[in-house]
Structures are given as C-alpha cells and as structure tokens.
C-alpha cells in the first residue's frame, strides 16, 4: 500500500481484518513508507481483503495498493512487522 498507511495504525488493522476473513500473512512497514501485505486464504476472502486495503483504517490515505499473485506457503497466522 501507498499514500499515509503508516503510523496510523494500519499493520494492526489489517491483521484484525485478515484474521476475521481467516487469512493468515504479514503486513510489515517497508523502508519506502509503504506496507507490504502478504495474504493466503480462500479467494473470496481475499479479495474482500484487497476490497478493505483500498480503503484502510480510519486515519490512513491510501493512494494506491499494487496486487502481485504469488505461490502458496504454510503460514498459520497473521504476523505484523
């Protein structure tokens, strides 16, 4: 994600709604000011997941969210970094 998605708390947010969906992953702060989110679940929670990204929390501004297909992992929670 670009835009203001960090120090507004959206790491953590994201790991809330990914958990709800069921989705495990990471979203870690990249040196860039982006965030990178990795997500694995079922394709319909996934793309509710991208759907929420758009947006964010609250006090985020995203300007744009770039989605690259990846291959699946064993992941079994959502971390944030």
């Known amino acids: 994600m670009h835009g203001r998605v960090q120090g507004v708390w959206f790491r953590d947010s994201t790991r809330r709604e990914a958990e709800r969906l069921g989705i495990t992953g990471h979203a870690i702060n990249l040196p860039d000011g982006s965030v990178e989110v990795l997500a694995y679940g079922a394709v ?3 793309t ?3 759907r929420w990204l ?3 929390p609250p006090l985020a501004s ?3 969210v770039e989605t690259v297909v990846v291959e699946p ?3 079994d929670s959502f971390r944030i970094g």
């Open 44 to 46: 319909d929670a996934l």
């Open 48 to 50: 509710e997941l991208e």
């Open 54 to 56: 758009h947006q964010g």
């Open 62 to 64: 995203v300007l744009r």
């Open 73 to 75: 992992v064993e992941i």
